[in-house]
């Protein structure tokens, strides 16, 4: 379903944040460090947004499945 395959990216962008830090971590070109440290920026605020919006779904699934065993079924 489309909320496992936005969990699967977030689990990728976690996966480069990683391997950036790394690289990070090795590089001594200040230029370098800056474009990497931006990329590890952005990657994580998207992953949040991500992260976000999973659980936004997550909730508003769980909230109408609560609602609909409520109801009286017509």
């Known amino acids: 379903d489309v909320l496992d395959g936005i969990q ?5 962008n976690n ?9 990070l971590a090795q ?4 230029d370098v460090k800056a474009i990497l440290s931006e990329q590890i920026a ?6 949040t947004q991500l992260q976000s919006f999973v ?4 909730n ?6 609560w609602l609909s065993a ?3 079924k017509f």
């Open 60 to 65: 508003t699934s769980s909230l109408l499945s």
């Open 70 to 72: 409520l109801l009286p």
């Open 8 to 12: 699967d990216e977030i689990v990728a």
């Open 42 to 47: 952005t990657l994580q605020q998207e992953t």
């Open 27 to 30: 590089v001594t070109d200040e």
């Open 55 to 58: 659980g936004s779904q997550l």
């Open 15 to 23: 996966v480069r944040v990683e391997i950036l830090n790394r690289a």
